[in-house]
């Protein structure tokens, strides 16, 4: 059994989350995505929105469960028995970031490997930062999100549109 972790913030998810937890899916037999809860950020939706937006747009993906953790990763990841933690790298700029993550992680419990899935050409500009800049001034979000998330984030933020 080959099971993935795939982490990160989702605040809130967008569709490049969405296509990376489905590639991942393909790869592997199972794949928890998993919600940091980290006190020292001030997100927009609380975690147990992201775990109920999360669970609504996996919901026709049969081996992904959503779930949140704090502290460490690599505790998350044992805890799951995953073998692998899959993060999407959108540009060169992520790069350093995420290899300074990935080695960290390394150092902490080698056994766990890290994946990076290029991110769909499509969604290499997006992050839930930019979502909610152009919610927040009413722009167009169709391209970035599905549309239950549209109809939430423009409920919460207040933007036209
Ligand atoms: O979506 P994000 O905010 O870029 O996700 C970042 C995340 C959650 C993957 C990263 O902050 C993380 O793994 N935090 C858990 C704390 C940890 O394990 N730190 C050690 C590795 S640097």
Do not use: W
Request: glycine share 6%; hydrophobic share 40%.
């Amino acid at each position: 059994m080959k099971i993935a972790i795939v982490p990160g913030s989702f605040d809130p998810v967008t569709n490049g989350h969405i296509d990376i937890i489905k590639r991942t899916a393909e790869l592997f037999d199972e794949v928890y995505v998993g919600i940091l809860i980290n006190s020292s950020k001030k997100p927009l939706f609380t975690v147990e929105e992201r775990i109920e937006l999360l669970k609504k747009v996996t919901k026709d993906i049969k081996n992904v469960k959503i779930e949140s953790f704090c502290g460490l990763l690599v505790d998350f990841a044992r805890a799951k028995k995953a073998s692998c933690i899959v993060k999407g790298l959108r540009a060169v700029s992520d790069y350093e970031y995420e290899v300074q993550m990935a080695l960290t992680n390394k150092q902490i419990a080698p056994e766990i490997e890290t994946l990076f899935i290029p991110t769909n050409g499509l969604y290499s500009y997006l992050s839930s930062s930019i979502v909610k800049e152009v919610a927040k001034y009413g722009g167009d979000l169709t391209q970035m999100l599905p549309n239950e998330i549209i109809e939430v984030i423009q409920n919460k933020i207040g933007g036209k549109q």
